[in-house]
């Protein structure tokens, strides 16, 4: 058995003496695993860091068994992304959250082509993390837990959408909400509007958003595994939340980091 695709180095841990035990997704194989040999040593390890874009030849006995793979890189999104300290936790986020909640094998073409934009663009900062934020709000719809943000689920509005029911998913307006709106979830401009020109530069929004879908990623797609939000996640969210405090106080913005 085997298989060679252009893939995303999810994770890679040592195993042995200098080999690693690889987690990339493809396009057509999805979330997979394989031993790397010599993905540790001082030669070879540098391929395999998370984000990098690798060409990756997997082979196996069986199809059910771990394989190997080797690899050639052809994009270095891991050493793009070590320059600034917010790339470097987006890209760790983003990659940790698609290894820790993605099925095995089973093609996420959407969620696959969704990374692939995202990583060479990290480097940019700020700007990215809309765009982080609804591709994770793909992953999650991709994965079945979908949330709607198209109409108020009281009134059948489909504007003034401010919140967001952390039970159903689905987006209310304050006239709506009521006496409700204090325990939901606040919902950013930028996710209900569809024009690039919408983006906010605002770091409360980014901060909301990355508590919207970091709620839904903890109960669903963690949650249903019994497994917490990746540690990456949280530092990422902890991050952001570090610029919007800093906005709310009037205080000129800094990399936080």
Not at 30 to 59: E, F
Request: some cysteine; aromatic content about 6%.
């Amino acid at each position: 058995m085997e298989w060679d695709s252009p893939a995303i180095v999810l994770d890679a841990r040592l195993y042995g003496e200098g080999d690693a035990v690889a987690t990339v997704m493809t396009e057509a194989h999805g979330l997979h695993r394989g031993l790397a040999r010599g993905g540790a040593s001082r030669g070879k390890a540098a391929t395999w860091q998370a984000g990098n874009l690798v060409h990756v030849r997997w082979t196996a006995r069986l199809a059910d068994q771990l394989g190997s793979f080797s690899g050639e890189l052809i994009h270095p999104g891991a050493a793009q992304a070590m320059q600034e300290a917010l790339p470097l936790s987006m890209l760790t986020s983003a990659c940790a959250v698609a290894e820790g909640a993605l099925p095995e094998r089973v093609p996420q073409p959407r969620i696959f082509h969704g990374l692939l934009g995202l990583i060479p663009r990290l480097p940019l900062g700020e700007s990215v993390l809309e765009d982080l934020i609804r591709w994770e709000l793909v992953l999650l719809a991709e994965l079945g837990y979908g949330l709607d943000l198209s109409v108020c689920a009281v009134t059948g509005r489909r504007d003034g959408l401010e919140l967001v029911s952390p039970r159903t998913g689905r987006a209310v307006t304050r006239e709506g909400a009521r006496d409700w709106a204090p325990k939901l979830l606040p919902l950013p401009e930028f996710l209900v509007c569809s024009d690039p020109a919408s983006r906010t530069g605002d770091p409360v929004a980014w901060r909301d958003g990355l508590r919207l879908t970091g709620h839904f990623l903890a109960r669903d797609a963690f949650g249903h595994q019994h497994r917490p939000l990746p540690q990456a996640r949280q530092m990422l969210y902890d991050r952001v939340s570090a610029l919007a405090e800093q906005f709310e106080k009037g205080i000129a913005p800094t990399h936080a980091g």
